[in-house]
């Protein structure tokens, strides 16, 4: 009797991984045969990053790496206003592939009244933060990393809230919460990617029936870490990978049923790959 491998709905790119990648493909024919400078990662998958080196793509850490007039590309986590001006005087051929709902929020950033504080939940090492939080014209920006450290903020008559994009929505609202029981003219303005939401729940969901699960996504990927986390609570047996190739027959032993999930930068190839292993190694999905 085959074991049973369950498929979380959706699997696979977000929207704005999915308008990033379709960006550097439309510069490939508008430019043909010029190289494409991106800055950083364009997405957070060392499969997308390599198979865009494989076809002509740069990656630099800064604008300064960039030849003058250029054909260059900004990646979907945002980019700061000097990093901007950088690049005008650079003369580049450029486009900025930075994911819809992290434009909304610079520009929320940049509306705020400047003399209310600005709480901001997410890794300030991060950079959609590092854009966002640039955009923010807050005198007083308390950057915090969990819910505990709520206690050593300084006491606020009143505060604006966001938070990073991919962050796990169930610890955003509880943040939200605890700073609105403790913050008397407390403004709620943060906002998780609604598809990051329905792979986390669905992951949740998933993993409640489920001996073991699996997620599909490079380790420097901040929604795909948070995916195995919280795999990991309801199973207590959950795994990160990125491909195929690191799966091991040794995993899966004394586990019945297998659920899956994918970070919102995994490609479908990928997927696929991982799949026909399971498959290959005593699972059939089940719808």
């Known amino acids: 009797m085959k074991k049973k491998l369950f498929l979380a709905e959706p699997l696979g790119f977000c929207n704005g991984v999915r308008l990033a990648v379709q960006r550097f493909e439309d510069m490939r024919k508008k430019y043909p045969g010029e190289l494409i400078y991106v800055l950083h990662?364009?997405?957070h998958n060392s499969v997308v990053t390599q198979s865009m080196r494989e076809k002509g793509a740069?990656?630099?850490n800064s604008v300064e790496e960039i030849p003058v007039g250029a054909v260059a590309l900004f990646g979907a986590h945002g980019v700061t206003t000097a990093t901007e001006e950088a690049a005008k005087k650079r003369n580049l051929r450029l486009s900025n592939a930075v994911c819809p709902l992290v434009v909304q929020l610079q520009v929320k950033a940049a509306r705020f009244d400047p003399d209310i504080p600005l709480v901001f939940f997410g890794d300030k090492q991060?950079?959609?933060v590092q854009s966002i939080l640039d955009h923010a014209v807050a005198h007083d920006i308390h950057v915090i990393s969990s819910k505990e450290e709520i206690d050593s903020l300084p006491l606020m008559q009143r505060a604006v809230f966001l938070s990073q994009t991919t962050r796990n929505a169930e610890v955003v609202a509880a943040i939200a919460k605890r700073l609105a029981e403790r913050?008397?003219?407390f403004d709620n303005q943060a906002h998780v990617c609604p598809t990051v939401q329905k792979h986390q729940?669905?992951?949740r969901l998933l993993a409640q029936t489920c001996d073991a699960m699996l997620i599909i996504g490079s380790p420097h990927s901040a929604n795909g870490r948070y995916l195995a986390e919280l795999a990991g609570?309801?199973?207590g047996h959950a795994r990160l990978v990125?491909?195929?190739q690191q799966l091991k027959p040794e995993y899966f032993d004394d586990i019945e049923t297998l659920g899956l999930g994918t970070a919102t930068s995994t490609p479908d190839?990928?997927?696929k790959d991982v799949i026909d292993w399971i498959h290959a190694h005593g699972f059939e999905t089940v719808q």
């Open 41 to 43: 990662e364009l997405v």
């Open 58 to 60: 740069i990656f630099v």
């Open 126 to 128: 991060h950079p959609e």
């Open 183 to 185: 913050i008397p003219q």
């Open 201 to 203: 729940e669905a992951v």
């Open 233 to 235: 609570i309801s199973t």
């Open 242 to 244: 990125e491909n195929a």
């Open 269 to 271: 190839s990928v997927i």
